[in-house]
């Protein structure tokens, strides 16, 4: 049986703590209180690497180590962000048709 009808108790509301505003959804990178972490391998990268960083108004981390492998891979994934792809609206029926016929759509494509 469910607990609202057992012996009268219901049960009490979450508390807001846990429900609404998201306290502890993750950072976004590239702000002045987290900024990427880039690892370059030399001046010429840096440089290049540093004016892609100010262009886009990000703040990052750049140090110059020819030891380590180059890791740019946070500044790439903030620049090359997956769009939402979207359609045009299909014509109507009585609508003229887009391929140029001059009939309407639903005697031509439809």
């Known amino acids: 049986m469910h607990d609202?009808?057992?012996?009268?108790?219901?049960?009490?509301?979450?508390?807001?703590?846990?429900?609404?505003?998201?306290?502890?959804?993750s950072a976004k990178l590239g702000t002045e209180k987290h900024p990427l972490t880039l690892s370059v391998t030399s001046e010429a990268k840096r440089c290049e690497v540093a004016a892609l960083v100010t262009d886009n108004g990000l703040f990052a981390d750049i140090t110059l180590d020819s030891a380590v492998d180059e890791n740019i891979i946070e500044l790439t994934a903030l620049l090359n962000k997956i769009t939402t792809t979207t359609f045009e609206k299909t014509p109507n029926r009585n609508d003229p048709c887009s391929c140029n016929s001059g009939k309407k759509y639903k005697k031509c494509c439809g």
Do not use: D
């Not at 049960?11 to 505003?21: A, E, F, L, Q």
């Open 4 to 25: 609202l009808y057992y012996k009268g108790r219901i049960h009490t509301r979450k508390n807001h703590v846990t429900t609404g505003y998201n306290t502890k959804r």
